[in-house]
């Protein structure tokens, strides 16, 4: 059973950076396109970028020219470069195949962007 195990979180002011990281258990299959997702409490869980298995990147509106996606098959790791943080990026980030997967949902790791 695939396992996703998300870190890097933490609080930073306005402006400032963070790495997520995404290690999935087991092989993760170069077939997959991968994704980072975020939830605010009270808010539906939102795409904020996906990753190919080619390695070509997408993003969400929200965060295209900050964040940076990539992946690293052999270490079956994602991740998730983001800068100019603004407190509107505040949420807990998850990370899932893309489309998502409803059984590979992790804990994910929360980024708080706050003075």
């Known amino acids: 059973q695939v396992q996703l195990v998300e870190s890097g979180g933490g609080l930073v002011q306005p402006g400032g950076s963070l790495r997520l990281s995404c290690v999935v258990s087991g092989t993760l299959g170069a077939v997959y396109s991968m994704a980072w997702y975020r939830q605010i409490p009270g808010k539906d869980r939102e795409w904020v970028a996906t990753?190919?298995?080619?390695?070509?990147?997408n993003y969400a509106g929200s965060v295209k020219g900050r964040f940076i996606i990539s992946r690293d098959d052999p270490k079956s790791a994602v991740y998730l470069q983001m800068n100019n943080l603004k407190p509107e990026d505040t949420a807990v980030y998850y990370c899932?195949?893309?489309?998502?997967?409803?059984?590979?949902w992790g804990q994910g790791t929360q980024v708080t962007v706050s003075s």
């Open positions: 899932n195949q893309a489309p998502p997967q409803s059984l590979w």
């Open positions: 990753i190919g298995s080619r390695g070509t990147p």
